[in-house]
């Protein structure tokens, strides 16, 4: 990142800019001081989540000293992307890109139970999907009593006995199509007491996703 100081000055956050440039440096020796001084709180009160990109990273700083010298390996970068502007102001970043996907697959497995999709989410990460998404019993119960979002539901597979009361949508990326059947049956295999349907067009895909863009609505509904 190359930022602008509150003063006036320019610096560029990168790893290792503590070695080249004074004002780096600075702020590099006061913010591993202020980690290494708070290192257990940060380590109990931080989440330990994925996605997270507001507020000071400053568990994402504490994972960088670990690894040697901070002047070599701390990149303040990481603590101006949750900043907001309170900390610089950004004037251009280089930012780390990845390929778009020619091809996405979607699995939707129906349960009637919450329990039982919560529970079958750690073996579905294993096949590593680009998502998991749970709609709850709420959701499809009111679904079920709008007349609008009913018809969402007759996309999704029925669960193998009672009523639906839980979907997981598990997303599949491949720049090759063929994979999908293949991802499928693995999916079939990690949780065979679950119903399950692959959609790999994006009509199909559009039509399957509608009950979860409709969650938002149907929660303010109630």
Do not use: W
Request: some cysteine; hydrophobic content about 45%.
């Amino acid at each position: 990142v190359d930022a602008l100081l509150a003063g006036g000055t320019r610096v560029r956050f990168e790893e290792g800019a503590a070695l080249n440039d004074p004002v780096a440096r600075r702020l590099t020796d006061g913010v591993v001081d202020v980690v290494r001084r708070h290192e257990r709180l940060i380590r109990e009160r931080f989440p330990k989540t994925l996605r997270r990109n507001a507020g000071y990273g400053l568990d994402m700083l504490l994972a960088q000293m670990q690894s040697g010298d901070p002047l070599r390996s701390v990149n303040l970068a990481k603590l101006l992307c949750g900043s907001e502007g309170t900390l610089a102001l950004t004037l251009s970043a280089k930012l780390l890109l990845h390929p778009i996907p020619r091809h996405r697959g979607l699995c939707v497995l129906s349960f009637s139970s919450l329990d039982e999709a919560i529970e079958c989410v750690p073996s579905l990460l294993k096949l590593a999907p680009s998502a998991v998404e749970l709609l709850d019993d709420m959701i499809v119960q009111t679904a079920l009593a709008n007349l609008e979002h009913r018809a969402a539901l007759e996309y999704l597979p029925r669960p193998k006995s009672g009523e639906l009361m839980a979907v997981l949508y598990v997303e599949f990326e491949a720049s090759d199509a063929s994979v999908f059947e293949e991802k499928h049956a693995e999916v079939r295999s990690s949780v065979p007491g679950a119903s399950t349907e692959l959609y790999t067009t994006p009509e199909t895909i559009a039509c399957a996703l509608r009950l979860r863009q409709a969650g938002e609505p149907l929660l303010h509904s109630i």
